[in-house]
């Protein structure tokens, strides 16, 4: 396949997918984690001052920050920076409290401000996408890397996530462009690939601090690489394993040394120029206060007050808080039940519910032709003593991925914080690779022109193409809803609600289409229990009624309109796993005689009271 029809069907594959997300982000409102990341972003761009959100490394938010801050140079809008609340001048990390109040409370244009904030976030979907086909074509040939790019383009988790002030993206990004780098210096370890490696890798841990898992995978990766490399050297092995341990091992260290040297502390200092040696302290002191293992919140407690290692506490306290949390999970609906402690099936059958079939089908069609070609490889190797030392040298990308793979989905299996496919989103890009090469790999044509082999070829194409339109079609039909998208084998968008909820349908997305829809149907008063990132009183003013899932519908009088968010709605309706305390189960169960009005998105529930 010629570079003259690879790259512009490439182009066009990425131009469409950022078509898709750009004008499907138009008629969202603010999720809920927007609301802490963007107001927070903007902070840290106009402040120096990192009091808000340290969760979450800050490079997504510094970009959303940066371009509300350029937007708002450019057209001469005044954005007002309440920093006269108590949840910035006295409160413990009070980003929710500060984040509404900032976005819709203090006259500024809340809807201007969320759609500059999402642009970089629709860049980083490009920059991603780039390096997915240019991976796939230089390991498998232009063919895998269309088919990568053409999974990637439309996978709804990405075209969902993909608009949204949210480190998912980004972390995918960074895990991905990161292992390029990395395996880059492995076949070429000149200082330069090194320099490289190591920004790209100190970048990478700015994006989400799941993306520290790369240590141990790269650590891992230097080690297998390094014992390839000195079996196969023709100095004896001692020697070999000791400089190639020096050049391998040794190098890993000097690049993760270079990207927290030179990206991170730098980056975290100026985040912390204005933010009060004693409110850092005082703010690690309470939210580390139930820290297990002491020595950590002490250590980083103690590194705060030395000015030269502010920095490096700060980075600390988020890698803690994210370790804090991941034990503690939260609570979620799943398959009927409520529980916070997690359930082991979540993010294996999330994901089958949430990618499309025709991925699913062509990773089972991969695993054949993978195992069929192993195990013909298998019985060959004892044959003719292949060097399998050389074949680590030969695979070492795969290699890398399918270790990653193993090494974050046991990560995430285990942890409790079941809230969304998209904590597994680092891993679809790799996936989306090796599905693509074993699938290239089957298309090779055949060393013979049989006419038998040639209409099997033939075949194939046809297999593949309605695979691919049945995955155009399953996708755009969503549309805008990515977030709602669940495949046909569960029933479709229409049926997600009754599986999952949170991050894989419901984040808070709908509440300007449900303006919309009052407006269209002359509603003029509706009751809501929303949960999301936007102000009600902000698009639906004096309609907007409040109402919980713990009021008694006794209080509805026949005629009023009644409006649910799924993740409210579910919860409500959820059984508490044994052991587990939920105040709010069962008081929807009420709904269930009830057929909805409408459904705003497949995420928002509107019932008019009989």
């Known amino acids: 396949m010629s570079k003259k029809i690879t790259y512009p069907l490439a182009a066009l594959m990425l131009i469409f997918m950022l078509y898709l997300s750009f004008s499907s982000m138009l008629g969202d409102s603010a999720i809920i984690d927007e609301v802490a990341h963007l107001p927070a972003g903007y902070s840290y761009i106009t402040q120096q001052d990192m009091r808000l959100n340290p969760e979450h490394p800050p490079l997504v938010k510094d970009l959303a920050g940066a371009s509300v801050w350029l937007w708002s140079k450019i057209s001469g809008e005044t954005i007002n920076f309440p920093d006269s609340l108590p949840s910035w001048q006295k409160d413990i990390n009070g980003q929710w409290d500060f984040g509404f109040n900032f976005i819709y409370n203090s006259c500024n244009n809340a809807d201007a401000m969320i759609f500059f904030g999402r642009i970089p976030t629709l860049l980083l979907l490009l920059i991603l996408g780039i390096y997915v086909f240019k991976w796939a074509r230089e390991l498998y040939g232009p063919f895998a890397g269309l088919l990568a790019l053409f999974l990637y383009s439309f996978s709804p988790t990405f075209l969902a996530h993909g608009r949204f002030v949210t480190t998912d993206v980004a972390a995918a990004a960074a895990i991905f462009i990161s292992s390029y780098y990395f395996v880059k210096w492995l076949k070429n370890p000149s200082v330069k690939n090194l320099i490289i490696a190591g920004l790209i890798f100190g970048l990478a841990q700015l994006a989400k601090f799941s993306v520290f898992l790369i240590v141990p995978l790269f650590a891992f990766i230097a080690l297998i690489w390094l014992l390839a490399k000195s079996k196969n050297s023709q100095e004896p092995l001692g020697r070999a394993l000791l400089k190639n341990a020096w050049k391998y091992l040794g190098g890993t260290v000097a690049l993760m040394a270079i990207g927290c040297i030179f990206i991170i502390l730098p980056v975290y200092f100026y985040h912390i120029i204005n933010y009060p040696v004693a409110k850092q302290q005082a703010d690690i002191k309470f939210i580390l206060s139930s820290f297990g293992i002491r020595i950590i919140p002490n250590t980083i407690y103690w590194l705060a007050g030395i000015p030269v290692l502010r920095a ?38 999330v994901y089958l519910m949430k990618e499309t079939l025709t991925l699913h089908i062509l990773t089972l069609l991969a695993l054949f032709v993978f195992t069929f070609n192993w195990l013909k490889n ?69 060393a ?86 936007a102000t009600t009183e902000y698009y639906l003013g004096d309609k907007f009624m409040p109402w919980h899932c713990s009021a008694s519908p006794t209080m ?19 059984k508490p796993v044994p052991g587990f305390q939920f105040d709010s189960g069962g008081c929807y169960n009420w709904l269930d005689s009830y057929t909805p009005t409408a459904v705003i998105g497949h995420s928002i529930f509107v019932y008019q009271i009989k």
């Open 312 to 349: 490096l506490a700060e980075y600390g306290l988020g890698l803690a808080m994210v370790m804090q949390r991941a034990a503690g999970g939260n609570t979620t609906y799943f398959l009927g039940e409520i529980s916070n402690l997690g359930w082991k099936s979540y993010f294996p059958l």
């Open 378 to 446: 298998y019985t060959n190797a004892f044959k003719e003593k292949i060097n399998w030392s050389q074949t680590i040298e030969q695979k070492i990308a795969p290699i890398l991925m399918l270790s990653f793979l193993a090494l974050y989905w046991w990560y995430s299996i285990r942890t409790p914080l079941n809230i969304g496919v998209r904590h597994v989103l680092p891993t679809f890009a790799f996936i989306f690779i090796l599905v693509a090469g074993q699938i290239a790999s089957w298309f090779k044509k055949p």
């Open 448 to 533: 013979d022109n049989l006419p038998a082999k040639k209409s099997g070829l033939r075949l194939k194409y046809i297999l593949l193409s309605g695979l691919i339109v049945w995955q155009i079609v399953s996708v755009i039909s969503v549309y805008p809803s990515f977030l709602a998208y669940f495949n046909e084998a569960v029933g479709g968008p229409a049926n997600g609600y009754k599986y999952v909820t949170d991050s894989n349908l419901d984040w808070g997305q709908d509440m300007k289409r449900l303006a919309q829809w009052t407006e269209e149907n002359n509603v003029n008063k509706i009751y809501l229990d929303y949960f999301g990132g």
């Open 556 to 574: 509805l009088k026949s005629g009023d309109w009644l409006a649910v968010s799924a993740t409210f709605l579910q919860g409500g309706r959820g």
